[in-house]
Nanobody, 128 residues
Framework: QVHLAESGGGSVEPGGSLTLACVASGDTYTRACMGWFRQAPGKEREGVATIYLRGKFGDITYAESVKGRFTISQDNANNTLFLEMNSLKPEDSAMYYC???????????????????WGQGTQVTVSS
């Protein structure tokens, strides 16, 4: 069983930056795909970025809304997933979740329903 714990959320002005972190513990060797998701009040959970841990080139996907602004990365030595967020906009405000799954399909689909394990979330608020 894998346990995920996010950190790094907070409040920032438009145009600012934040970096989220997600530490994995437990049976971390079972992970094949890691992802970041977000959910704003009244909206469906959205896949922000995914990274396939077993791919030769670390296959990565991004939602169109964050391409060029967000960067997902993995520190394998410390079992930590990061999401670097730049040029933040008010519409980026949401609860951000880290997720893990044992399949490549979860990464390619970037659908929250495909992921098995979730963290508790960390709040990101972008406002002036």
């Amino acid at each position: 069983q894998v346990h995920l714990a996010e950190s790094g959320g907070g409040s920032v002005e438009p145009g600012g930056s934040l970096t989220l972190a997600c530490v994995a513990s437990g049976d971390t060797y079972t992970r094949a795909c890691m992802g970041w998701f977000r959910q704003a009040p009244g909206k469906e959970r959205e896949g922000v970025a995914t990274i396939y841990l077993r791919g030769k080139f670390g296959d990565i996907t991004y939602a169109e809304s964050v391409k060029g602004r967000f960067t997902i990365s993995q520190d394998n030595a410390n079992n930590t997933l990061f999401l670097e967020m730049n040029s933040l906009k008010p519409e980026d405000s949401a609860m951000y979740y880290c997720a893990a799954d044992t399949t490549y399909g979860a990464c390619s689909s970037r659908r929250w329903t495909a992921f098995e394990t979730w963290g508790q979330g960390t709040q990101v608020t972008v406002s002036s």
